[in-house]
């Protein structure tokens, strides 16, 4: 895909962003177009054809953006922030390792934004059971090397494009003022940060840190499979625990959704 050559309703931070992020990644490119399909896609689809980059893409609009398990990720320009960060990361050895990646991406975006930005297993970013994002992560094998693309997607002010389920709201709740450059300005080095820090140490580095945000701890859950039970917080390697008559059950798969018992679907998305 080529950039729309369209003015951008922002001006960029650019230099700023790349003396923030180089320091972290050196070889990083960073574009921001105005509209594109979707970042994710765009990444992936360059990393399948073989342009394996460290890129940060960001994009004003997004005609079809997605979420996490098929779902479309609605986002409003004025509204919002939509970026991905495409690189080889620096991975634990063991492949059993790496699904602890989405959760460490969850506790360093979290950790840019304010302490009371909560985590709801797997990584979306919640406040008081209101969501102020959502992080999509796809990999593919570039030569010997995985590729991952990190793709997020933050609410910036109400009111949203779009309905959505759970109820959205935005960052200005907690950080009044700030714009999406400014965001991403905050966001994009700690991602890379968070990232580096991974390969390093692994998922124990950020349990802590995920725990203390979990907003699903001791609370009557469903699982989008119908199951029920109470939510007891994680394990050493990232799976949700839930205890119920039978004992307790570990939840892996990230394509299962979670969801307190108490909180209302507003529309009907939820049994
Ligand atoms: C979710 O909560 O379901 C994850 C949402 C991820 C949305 C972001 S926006 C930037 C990137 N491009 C996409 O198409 N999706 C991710």
């Known amino acids: 895909m080529k950039p729309v050559a369209e003015a951008l309703l922002y001006d960029w931070p650019l ?26 896609s765009e990444l992936m689809r360059r990393a399948r054809a073989g342009h394996a980059a460290p890129t940060l893409l960001v994009a004003e609009r997004q005609t079809l953006g997605r979420g996490r398990s098929g779902r479309v990720w609605h986002a409003d320009p004025k509204r919002s922030l939509t970026f991905s960060i495409g690189l080889t990361p620096p991975l634990p050895p063991e492949p059993r390792a790496w699904s602890g990646l989405s959760l460490a991406v969850g506790v360093a975006v979290a950790g840019a934004l304010h302490p009371e930005v909560g985590l709801k297993w797997p990584n979306d970013l919640w406040w008081r059971d209101h969501k102020l994002g959502g992080i999509l992560i796809e990999t593919t094998q570039v030569g010997s090397q995985r590729y991952a693309v990190v793709g997020i997607g933050l609410n910036l002010r109400m009111p949203l494009q779009d309905a959505i389920d759970p109820p959205g709201v935005g960052i200005d709740a907690l950080l009044p003022g700030l714009d999406a450059p400014g965001l991403l ?49 994680i394990d050493a390697d990232g799976a949700l625990q839930i205890e119920h008559a039978g004992g307790i059950e570990r939840i892996e798969s990230a394509s299962l959704s979670v969801r307190p018992l108490d909180m209302a679907s507003p529309l009907g998305l939820w049994p």
């Open 15 to 40: 230099e700023d962003l790349r003396a923030s992020c180089r320091s972290i990644e050196p070889a990083l490119t960073i574009e921001v177009w105005p509209e594109i399909d979707s970042t994710n």
């Open 185 to 233: 300005l905050r966001v994009a080095p700690a991602v890379l940060a968070g990232l580096q820090r991974f390969g390093r140490e692994g998922l124990g580095a950020f349990l802590d840190d995920w725990r203390a945000r979990d907003v699903l701890a001791g609370r009557a859950v469903r699982l989008s499979d119908g199951r029920v039970g109470k939510a007891i917080g």
